[in-house]
């Protein structure tokens, strides 16, 4: 089947095959054609070029996209959209004063979304998933990163990455799964850290890796949560079983997290509201991304990555959602990519870079996923006619997607 795409006003982030993440000043730049179609054939982008040179094609169906501009969708590398429930409680808890690490000292936080989930069974909590999966699908997420971590038992954190296997299976959208059983200690192993850290290993880990239900391996790497010297444990029984890491660090403290990333090939490490002058030498020459939640700074009032200095220190940087019930119920990249331009200063090119191609890379996918290039997928998004891409970010709060194509189809 093809479609093809015409008289598009602007078609952004243009690139070779061979590019896989872009860095530091590449950043600033976000290559484009003006007047341009696109073909796609069945799932795939087929040709594209400027508008004076578009083939005929007369089975084609047209989209005529005539002042409006095509990019490609938004690659969200970092949620937790399976969960169950929600935390609005505590949301007015911290209006009225508490901090998010009190709450959590109390019982609250992810334990409250542990208990929960527990209490969910496996068909409500794909229900309640689904319906969040498509929101941000509607809001031109095309591939999407999803962790467990808030079932932390053996049964209920199997039972959360079966649902993302569910969710994998049921709708065109890449889906990249990871295990995060390493979010908290449980109440019974609050005083008996290795138990906890033995079951992930012993019996989560194995049977996770058999069943091929995650990708990729996380912990929380923080003081009050996981040590340096406990996510190691974890990375290293991870790795053993092809498990590749993807860590938060550098939420509320800088205790070593980024540089056990890089020394453990991490895919990503995400969070990084705060950065060390370690932290950038020792994401310098690596593979690892580096990722930014700005939604969840804006949630909590807590820093912003300081995107800048890391740009100028030559790093890439890719931008997510973190899409979870209780530090940023809302998984909205249009939203992420303007406050990163409004709080982070990131220009508009260097936050489109963030969100699609870099957001490729930190989950595994940009030889398929993340740019305009002949054999990647066609998840695009088409705007509504906006006067340049800079409309995206600035109109901050206004929602200018006009269609999605999701594997070459509009997505209704
Ligand atoms: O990425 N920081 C750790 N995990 C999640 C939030 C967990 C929660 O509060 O439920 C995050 O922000
Ligand atoms: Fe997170």
Known sequence: MLTLIINIRELLQIRDAKVLKVSGAEMAQLPSIKNAYLLIENDLIKDFGLMENCPKHDTAKVIDARGKTVLPAWCDSHTHIVYAGNRSQEFVDRINGLTYEQIAERGGGILNSAAKLQQTSEDELFMESKARLEEVMRLGTGAVEIKSGYGLTPANEIKMLRVIKRLKDNYPIAIKATFLGAHAYPTEFKNNHQGYIDQIINEMIPRIAQENLAQYIDAFCESGYFSTEETEQILQAGQKHGLIPKIHVNQFNVIGGVALGVQYNA??????????????????????????????SYFLSIPYTPARKMLQAGLPLALATDFNPGSTPSGNMNFVVATACIKMKMTPEEAINAATLNGAYAMGISKTHGSITVGKKANLIITQPIPSFYQLPYAFGSNLIDQIILNGKVFA
């Open 267 to 296: 895919l990503s490490v995400d969070h990084l509201e705060l950065v060390s002058d370690n932290d950038i030498e020792a994401l310098k020459n690596s593979n690892t991304m580096p990722v930014a939640l700005p939604s969840c």
